[in-house]
């Protein structure tokens, strides 16, 4: 059962990463710092790629800003130091924007 619902949930990440490569592709331009969508986009672009998006289109948005790694046809877009990510510019708007690579790391001292 358990190992059923990890193959799901790969299987729904490359889904989503599939709707996001192709709201990408089709809205950067080289050198971009930004590039905007909206939530119809998710929709729009799945029909494209003959998808069944799921009814909470906020699902894929939110798996994306807070769950999973950008796929790297998007991430490779970024220049040496900086990385990809989601922002909300408002309801139903986003943006991906470039920002610095600063992972979070633990601070030993705290532990």
């Known amino acids: 059962m358990a190992r059923l619902k990890n193959e799901m949930a790969k299987k729904q990440k490359q889904i989503y990463a599939s ?3 192709k709201i990408f ?7 971009a710092k930004e590039v905007d969508f909206e939530s119809g986009d998710i929709t729009k672009f799945g029909k ?4 069944d998006v799921p009814k909470n289109v906020y699902d894929v948005v939110y798996s994306f800003r807070h769950r999973a790694i950008l ?5 490779s877009k970024a220049p ?3 990385v990809w ?3 909300s510019r408002g309801p139903s708007k986003y ?6 690579d600063r992972p ?3 601070n030993e001292q705290m532990a």
């Open 25 to 31: 592709e089709s809205k950067y331009k080289p050198g």
């Open 80 to 82: 040496k130091g900086q």
């Open 104 to 106: 979070i790391v633990p």
């Open 71 to 75: 796929p790297q046809s998007i991430q």
């Open 48 to 51: 494209k790629l003959k998808i």
């Open 85 to 87: 990510l989601i922002r």
């Open 19 to 21: 709707i996001f490569e």
């Open 95 to 100: 943006r991906f924007e470039l920002v610095a």
